[in-house]
């Protein structure tokens, strides 16, 4: 899920938006606290957004204006959030209708007009406009080239067009082109053993993690096996970002944020489990905005906890 996280069909069927004011608004600390040395916390949301207080955040993604999309699916809704982190508007609410959604577990950005929502309890995915206008569909069930697959877990988008989906109770990667037909599928030469999680970097290639290999196995815009990387004392991975030659995860095993370079190897690793402002419980989506601000699904607790990089990494 590149949030960073670095996602239809016919006609366009303009949808009622749900519009709310934020109360409380989210509360902010003024000055950042040094986490490691490395991170500094910078403040968090949570609370009443709209309807209903966010519950359950799983993923996060943001636009060219830094507003933030989050996926609260515990209130299966999408939430639109101001760069300043108050609420602007929502869509969704339980349903297997067009304008419903039912256990959405990732997003993603097309780097243009609209993001993808994984409606993965109606097995679908949800195209939106930036307004939350869901306005197409793709439906598995009807699609010849998905109607096979099984439980999507993720999915991502990269700047060439093509979408990636994980299939982990097929152990593949479906590759789809420009016109959500079925490209190719990717899998290393030896094959999965679990794959859960792909984001896609800012040079094309598809990373794919293995949650029983402890492993992120490689693939190039055309579909190609690059080889793989081999994760230093993982636990289980919530999501990750590639980044200026780094990887950024959680790892809601052992509650925390962990920095890996590009050989695997642990550069740094913040949180425990809890939850005070150095603290996480269960944290899963991640997405690092244009400021260089990160933000962290702290899923456990109802909030999204931002922080910003305090010093270099080694």
């Known amino acids: 899920m590149n949030v960073a996280k670095q996602g239809l069909l016919g006609g366009v069927l303009v949808l009622s938006l749900m519009l709310g004011a934020c109360s409380p608004p989210p509360q902010l600390e003024v000055a950042p606290t040094p986490i490691a040395g490395k991170f500094s916390y910078v403040g968090e949301i949570k609370g009443e957004f709209g309807d209903e207080e966010l519950s359950l955040p799983v993923a996060i993604a943001f636009d060219m204006s830094r507003s933030a999309y989050v996926i609260d699916q515990g209130n299966n809704r999408v939430v639109k959030l101001r760069p300043d982190n108050t609420f602007e508007r929502e869509n969704g609410g339980y349903g297997l209708g067009f304008n419903g959604l039912s256990h959405p577990v990732s997003m993603e950005s097309d780097g243009g007009i609209s993001f993808f929502i994984l409606d993965q309890g109606n097995n679908r995915i949800i195209r939106s406009d930036y307004n939350l206008v869901f306005s197409d569909e793709i439906r598995f069930n009807s699609n010849p080239d998905l109607e096979l697959a099984g439980k999507i877990a993720d999915i991502a988008f990269s700047r060439f067009g093509n979408m990636y989906l994980v299939d982990p109770d097929n152990l593949k990667v479906i590759m789809l082109d420009k016109d959500y037909a079925r490209e190719q599928e990717l899998f290393p030469a030896g094959g999965f053993a679990q794959c859960t999680i792909v984001t896609v970097g800012d040079e094309g290639n598809a990373y794919v993690y293995d949650r029983d290999l402890d ?36 790892d809601k095993e052992r509650h925390e944020i962990v920095v890996y370079d590009m050989n695997g190897e642990r550069m740094m690793a913040t949180g425990s489990f809890g939850s005070g402002t150095l603290s996480l419980n269960g944290p ?28 270099p990494l080694p």
């Open 215 to 250: 492993a992120i196995y490689i693939f190039d815009s055309f579909g190609n096996a690059k080889g793989s990387i081999e994760l230093e004392d993982a636990g289980i991975l919530g999501d990750f970002i590639v980044r200026t030659g780094m990887i950024i995860a959680t």
């Open 284 to 311: 899963t989506g991640l997405a690092m905005r244009s400021d260089n601000l990160l933000y962290v699904c702290d899923t456990g607790n109802n909030r999204i906890v931002i922080y910003e990089l305090a010093a």
